[in-house]
């Protein structure tokens, strides 16, 4: 007669131990990978306000602007917009590396 069994976590059979154990250790790594993910994605994305400190790199000022705008008529805009994009385009990957690691197991 063969044993008809359903296990739980309350079971003490060695072989549903070791499935048990093998199940609780797959969560837990897996869990752990994805908030290593997670956490590595977000310092990154955080990084980017810090790139370029004001004590090194300080803020624009009108009149710096106006002689820019004057000497150099649409470099500026066109310096900003390849630094948007460059930005845009690398948080648009981290994002999507982040929901990836969000829909993993």
């Known amino acids: 007669m063969k044993d008809i069994h359903t296990c739980s976590y309350y079971c003490d059979r060695p072989e549903c131990i070791k499935a048990q154990r093998d199940d609780l250790r ?41 002689w820019l705008h004057e000497t150099r008529p649409g470099l500026m805009d066109r310096i900003a917009a390849g630094m948007g994009r460059h930005m845009y385009s690398q948080i648009a990957k981290d994002i999507a590396a982040l929901v990836e690691a969000l829909e993993s197991k």
């Open 26 to 66: 797959e969560r837990l790594f897996a869990d752990e990978a994805k908030q290593d993910a997670i956490d590595n994605i977000l310092q990154r994305l955080e990084s980017w306000g810090k790139a370029y400190p004001t004590d090194i790199f300080r803020e624009i000022t009108d009149e710096d602007r106006n």
